[in-house]
């Protein structure tokens, strides 16, 4: 069966859905998107995602075309219409369609797409027992990483990287210092204490790390939000990453080599387990 899809205020059949070609968001990569996830029919930290979707729009000076109100139903219409119990909404707002020219058109109207993915067991990633594998590539990305755009030809290009070398993910990095990976937040852990890139224009503010570090700290778990190399990577007693389709999921292998004693450590599990109890009951 075809799923629904919402395009500019409109229910759609997949098939129907579609959007034009002088659209910004292809030509251009001018926009921007969120993703949300679902467990038990439920939205988790919503109300993080239209908040960072907001700054987004903002920061590359796009109108907002919906309301928070406006934009929570049609998520939770999406999911009524798709059944959608386990799984993501994928979101996305574009300047919309113009002739093409480089300056921003003035009387562009932003193209708003909502999707789902449905992904049965999504807290049960059989990842999260074996943890998963990183290589490391340098960043080449753009310089604002902190606006979730949706130009994401190079972290694809990182994930193909880490394919071929039989891992998992990447993990980016920029003068010997980590800044994320691919898709999601880094961290490691040495003598008890979470270390995290701090926040800034080198990487995107994740809605699942400003949980998971909130909830670190309520546990009296320290935390460092500083850079970290590659070598304390390496000499880490674990590691893990975050965002909101994995959680928190363990990193056991950086470039081939194990960190601690390769299976998923103790701080990475507990953080796993409390941000998907806490979350499962925030959700809306
Ligand atoms: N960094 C990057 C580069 C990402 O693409 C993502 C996922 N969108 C994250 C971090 C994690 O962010 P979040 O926890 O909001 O999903």
């Known amino acids: 069966m075809s799923r629904t899809v919402y395009v500019n205020g409109e229910y759609l059949p997949e098939e129907d859905a579609k959007v034009s070609v002088f659209d910004r968001g292809f030509l251009f990569a001018d926009g921007v998107y969120e993703v949300t996830s679902v467990l038990g029919g439920k939205l988790l930290d919503f109300d993080g995602h239209a908040t960072r979707l907001a700054r987004s729009l903002g920061e590359l000076e796009m109108s907002n075309p919906i309301t928070k109100e406006d934009l929570l139903e049609v998520h939770r219409e999406l999911l009524r219409r798709n059944a959608i119990d386990d799984g993501l909404v994928y979101l996305q707002i574009t300047r919309g369609a113009a002739d093409r020219d480089f300056a921003y058109p003035v009387d562009a109207t932003p193209t708003i797409v909502l999707f789902t993915q449905a992904k049965p067991g999504l807290a049960d990633n059989p990842m999260a027992k074996t943890g998963m594998k990183v290589i490391t590539i340098?960043?080449?990305?753009?310089?604002?990483?902190?606006?979730?755009?949706?130009?994401?030809?190079?972290?694809?290009?990182?994930?193909?990287?880490?394919?071929?070398?039989?891992?998992?993910?990447?993990?980016?990095?920029?003068?010997?210092?980590?800044?994320?990976?691919?898709?999601?937040?880094?961290?490691?852990?040495?003598?008890?204490?979470?270390?995290?890139?701090?926040?800034?224009e080198e990487i995107l503010h994740g809605i699942t790390r400003k949980a998971v570090l909130r909830f670190a700290r309520?546990?009296?778990?320290?935390?460092?939000?500083?850079?970290?190399t590659v070598e304390e990577a390496r000499a880490a007693d674990e590691a893990f990453v975050t965002s909101a389709s994995s959680f928190v999921m363990p990193v056991v292998e950086i470039d081939g080599a194990a960190i601690g004693n390769a299976t998923p450590g103790p701080v990475a599990k507990r953080l796993r387990e409390i941000y998907i109890e806490e979350s499962r009951k925030t959700a809306i």
């Open 138 to 200: 340098e960043d080449r990305r753009w310089g604002r990483r902190d606006i979730k755009t949706v130009q994401l030809l190079y972290p694809s290009m990182g994930k193909m990287m880490a394919k071929a070398a039989g891992a998992d993910d990447a993990w980016m990095t920029e003068d010997g210092h980590v800044t994320e990976g691919t898709s999601n937040n880094a961290y490691i852990v040495k003598d008890g204490k979470i270390i995290t890139r701090h926040l800034g």
């Open 218 to 228: 309520e546990a009296q778990m320290q935390v460092e939000e500083r850079p970290f």
